[in-house]
Structure formats: C-alpha cells, structure tokens
C-alpha cells in the first residue's frame, strides 16, 4: 500500500515538474514573438488585411514614438489608462511583425520636466488632468522624414477605433498630400453662426457645429465648400458629395453633369423625406413632402434612373422601434435598420459595416443607360412595400394598417459605373437673368457630351443617414463627452469617399470598427407573425369599414318626403343586426391586435430566458454529469 503511495506521489510530482517546463517554455517563446489567439466572430483583435496592406507597401522606415506616463500613484484613473496602454503597446507589437524593419518604435515615460515631456510637447501632445493632478501622457507620433502626425490623446472610448487611427497616421506620413473632395449641400452641414441679438435676448440661436461627417472628412482630405448655385465644379475637385440637394438648379446640376464627364466621381445622397430637413423648415413655408425631399431631377433620367420623391420603404424585416408617446415604444418600419441581409457583401465598401439606419428612405427605379453598369449597395428585404412619405412622417402605425409586402426586393443605394453622356444635350442651360446675352449662348458649343474614361456616381435615397442625430450617441464621462457610433453609417460614407480618392486599403480597417450582430431569425420570425397577423388585421377592417357603410345607406333610405325619418321594421331590424355586427367586428379587431402583439412579445422574452439560462443550465448539466461519471468509477474501485 505504502509503495502505491509512494508512486501516485512521484508521478504527480513528475507530472507538475513537466507541465511547469512547458508552461516555462510556452512563456519564452511567446515573450519572443507574442502571439495571440482571436476567437471573435468577426476577428476584432486580428490585425486587419488593409492595415497589413498599407504596413507592407513601406519601403522606407517609419517611426512611432509612444508615449505613456509611469505614475507611481495607483488611482482607479491610472489604472484604468495604464490597462489601455498595455493593449496599445500589443498593437504596436503586431504592427511591428508586419512591418519589420520598416517600423521603428520607441517608447517614452514623459515625466514632468524630462527630456521625454519635452520630446511629447514637441510632438504636440497633450496631457491628460488626472485626480492626484499630474498631468497624465497617453498619445504617439507617427513620422517619416518632415512628415509628422499625431495622436495627442489616445482615448479609451475610441479603443474600437484605434487601429484606424494608427493605420490612418502611418498611411498619412507615407502619403502626405490630401485629394480635394468637394461638398455641396442645402442642409447646414458645415455648421451655423449664432444670431448675436437672439442671444442677447435670451431667444437662443447660437449656432449649430459642423455635422460629424464634415469634421472627419476634413482628417483625411482637403474639404472644399461648393454652393449650392455654382455653375462650375473646381477641376481640383476628385470627389463631389452631394447631400439633400433641395431646389438644385438646372446651372448647378449642369456644372455636376460636365464635372463627372471630365473624370469626377459623385456621391449623392437623395432625400424622399429628410427629417432633418423637415426639423429647419420655416412653418410659414407650409406642409408638404415635396417641402423636404429632394433629387437630381436632370441628372437621372440621362442615367436611365427614377427616384421618386413621395414614396419611401418601409420593411418589416429591417423596421426599428422608436420611442413614441410616454416614452413607450413604438414600431417604425419606415425607419430601416440594415443588417447584413440589405448590404452587398460582395463589395469593399460594404462587406464589412455593420448597421445601416436609414430614416425614411426612397427608392431606385429603373435601368442604367447603356454602357452603365449598376451596382446595388444597400436594398430592402421583401417584406417591402412602398408608402406615402408624408404619411410615413406620422408615424408607424398608419403604415402597419393594410401593410402588404410587395415581394420585391427595393433599391436604397446603387453604385453607377463606366461612360457618361451628357443630361444636357442642348448645352449649358441659359440663365434667365442673362436670356439675351449672346455670349452665354455661343459658350454652350463647348460643354462635354460624353466621358472618355470610365468614371462612378454613387446614389443614395436618403440624406439623414449622415446626421449625428442619426448615427452618434453622445454620453457624459470622466473623460468629457463620449461620442460612440450607433451604426456604420459614416463609416459608409467615408468608406466611399475613401474608395474614390484615398487609399481603399483603410476601408477594411475603419469598418470593423462598428460590428453589429443583430438577431436576423428573431427579425425575420418577427415579420412573418406580424404579416400572417395584419392579414387577420386587414381582413377585419375591411369588414368593418362596409359594415359602416351599410349602416350609413341604412340610415338614409326613406320611403318619400313626408316618412323620410322613419323605418320600417324590417329596416329596424337590418339596422340592428349590422350595429351588432359592427359591435363584434370591432371586438375581434382590437383582439387580432392584442395577439398579434402578444405573439411577438412572447416570441421576445422566450429568447431572452433562453439566453439568460442555457449557458447556467448548460454548465449545470455538465458538473452533474461528471459528478456521477466520477462517482460511478470511484464506486468501481
């Protein structure tokens, strides 16, 4: 018995010996060259394939000088800010083992009054106020050669951001000169100045910023300003985005059309029924949908394209929930949320993004012109149906009374590509305030009539997707204001631009940075229940409405002038029976409504327990199941 125990113990020790040698060896190895493993779905700490791409098109060494303070002091702030710095300092690393020899890092402790402070100051950044009151450095500069761009503060709210913003300096100091892209906008994209004498009379106005977009772009690219009225597109201009183009003139659609046939590329965002546009207008302009739409009224049909402005999409698959009444929410189908089944996965620029939201969005029509070819970007599910805009404003539950899916799959953004010709044959259209100058007239022979290369035109039926209304939650936090996006929806837009004009390799970076796995087969249960119940729902109400209408020729017939108040019993009779039916019909209608909502709440909280308990009770399930397989052989023994 006594030499049994004594080899169960040497075995064991024999046993720990080895696996601290592997453990041992596993660590220098690892430490060497650090390799870690990425089990998300969507591989979020795996370096992307177009920063790999970028980190091997360097052929010349580029430096990054990473700067962190060492503070002795341990508040929950440095710790917090010390965890990030690891995580960034592992990020560096894999750039490193990518980039070899042609990235230097060098890492500095910038305390106060150290050569290390003074080398983060001339770098141009910026320490952080922490509690204890020193100032607290987390931030690098990225150089190559006179080339310098920096990060001042590398802010943990932006950790999903934060191989962009590195991938995007490197990319910058390699190529330091910024296409001009060109903006043209009815809406106050580029921010409002405050009416001084409303502030002063304690009535508001003061101002609005720059939309987020805008703010972005201008990190990248040189942002050129375009009106609205003008009548030539500068040739510096690479990329022309046009947002909510309310009342564009034939001049200004002219100057777009001759732009894109010298070579420009055009991104334009339509608008059906602009929110955002409805919010600013003036009350004294009066209702209306036209008074909020807006398209390129010239341009497309050239383009063998129809956008009409009165209708938009609403989708049962893609609707959203609003907060409506009460703070209760409430269905809004013609505020689509986009998953993965309405993005192309198949392009770039989409094939990574996560949520689309697009609020009252219109839809394509049409075929391109020949030697067009056309590209759907962003589309509807089939549980679609077009509907009135202004109605769609009202909100959701007018639209939900007689939805029929229309089973067709609706075009929200489109990508045109290959040899233009012109929308304005004739030339450029004569300006009214100078109708008899002959001049103007004989400076027509000279517009272009057809592209000689092959260029794109980007068209999207809704312009609010930009706003930071409808793309950024914004919170308070230790460190100010904490902007998180609540969708890809600038990241689509920069993602585009960034295909025209800048290295299409940081597109595969920006657009993991905004991962959404929405529950799919819950939305597309969700639509089926909802349609086999609206039918239920439909069929009622017409009942209902000719139940009334049969009460209501009931209550007119009259037998002559004199009797005309009076009804014969059998009349009597009639008219009760279809009161009493009106009386039922309504009951089972409010009923089909109940369980229909019923059925999806049901269908909702059964997936939340689901969630909540398989991992517990799977857990469970196991330890039971190897308690009674190891007291089973113990038992044996």
């Not at 710790?79 to 890492?107: C, P």
């Not at 985005?241 to 010298?262: C, M, T, W």
């Not at 000689?452 to 930009?466: A, I, R």
Request: aromatic residues 6%; hydrophobic residues 40%; glycine residues 8%.
């Amino acid at each position: 018995m006594q030499k049994k125990s004594l080899e169960t113990i040497l075995y064991s020790s024999a046993g720990i010996i080895v696996m601290l040698v592997i453990i041992v060896a596993v660590n220098v190895i690892t430490g060497v060259k650090p390799v870690r493993v990425d089990m998300t779905q969507e591989k979020a700490f795996t370096l992307s394939a177009g920063t790999k791409a970028i980190l091997k098109k360097l052929d010349t060494p580029v430096k990054i000088r990473f700067y962190c303070t060492q503070s002795e002091t341990a508040t929950p702030e440095t710790v917090y800010l010390k965890d990030y710095a690891r995580k960034v300092e592992d990020l560096l690393q894999e750039y490193k083992q990518i980039a070899g020899k042609n990235l230097v890092i060098e890492k500095y402790d910038p305390q106060p009054d150290s050569d290390a402070e003074d080398s983060a100051k001339l770098d141009g950044l910026e320490p952080q106020s922490i509690q204890s009151g020193d100032p607290f450095y987390l931030g690098l500069a990225v150089s190559l050669a006179d080339e310098r761009v920096a990060l001042p503060f590398l802010d943990p709210t932006r950790e999903k951001l934060l191989e962009y913003d590195i991938t995007r300096a490197v990319a910058r100091v390699f190529t330091p000169e910024k296409p001009t892209v060109g903006v043209m906008s009815a809406l106050p994209v580029f921010g409002e100045m405050g009416n001084q004498m409303m502030m002063q009379m304690g009535q508001g106005g003061g101002g609005t910023p720059a939309w987020t977009i805008i703010e972005q772009l201008k990190q990248d690219f040189n942002v050129k300003r375009i009106e609205m009225t003008a009548d030539k597109i500068d040739d510096d201009v690479k990329v022309l985005v046009v947002i909510h183009p309310k009342d564009i003139s034939d001049k200004a659609q002219f100057a777009i059309d001759q732009f894109i046939l010298r070579g420009g590329k055009l991104i334009a965002f339509l608008d059906a029924q602009s929110a955002i546009a409805s919010r600013q207008r003036n009350p004294m302009e009066g209702g209306g949908p036209s008074g909020t739409s807006s398209s390129l009224e010239k341009l497309l049909p050239a383009w063998g394209i129809q956008f009409d402005t009165g209708k938009v999409v609403a989708d049962l698959n893609f609707k959203m929930e609003l907060r409506g009444q009460n703070g209760q929410p409430t269905e809004a189908p013609a505020f689509l949320a986009l998953t993965s089944e309405g993005l192309n996965t198949n392009d770039i620029v989409t094939s990574e993004l996560g949520s689309i939201w697009l609020p009252m969005c219109g839809a394509f029509t049409g075929e391109p012109a020949a030697g067009l070819k056309e590209t759907v970007l962003l589309n509807s599910s089939k549980e679609a149906q077009l509907v009135d805009g202004f109605m769609a404003s009202m909100g959701g539950e007018s639209i939900l009374n007689g939805f029929k899916p229309s089973g067709v799959n609706y075009k929200l953004a489109i990508r045109l590509t290959g040899k233009f010709k012109t929308a304005f044959p004739d030339g450029k259209p004569e300006d009214k305030t100078n109708a008899g100058n002959t001049n103007s007239v004989a400076k027509t022979n000279d517009s272009l009539k057809e592209s000689k290369v092959e260029t794109s035109v980007v068209l999207f039926g809704d312009s609010d997707l930009l706003a930071d209304d409808f793309s950024l939650r914004k919170m308070e936090s230790p460190f100010g204001a904490m902007i998180t996006p609540m969708n890809a929806n600038l990241d689509l837009a920069q993602n585009l631009v960034e295909q025209m004009a800048g290295d299409s390799n940081l597109i595969g970076v920006r657009s993991r940075a905004t991962q959404s796995r929405p529950f799919t087969l819950v939305k597309k249960m969700e639509a089926e229940a909802e349609a086999t119940g609206q039918a239920k729902i439909t069929e009622l109400q017409q009942s209902l409405q000719e139940t009334q209408q049969r009460l209501s020729e009931l209550q007119q017939q009259k037998k002559d002038k004199d009797q005309r108040f009076i009804l014969s019993p059998e009349q009597k009779a009639e008219l009760e029976n279809f009161r009493k039916k009106q009386a039922d019909v309504s009951k089972e209608l409010k009923q089909a409504q109940k369980d229909l909502r019923k059925e999806v709440v049901s269908l909702e909280t059964r997936l939340k327990w689901l969630n909540i308990l398989a991992m517990p009770l799977g857990v469970t399930a196991a330890g039971i199941g190897i308690a009674m397989i190891k007291r089973k052989k113990t038992s044996a023994k």
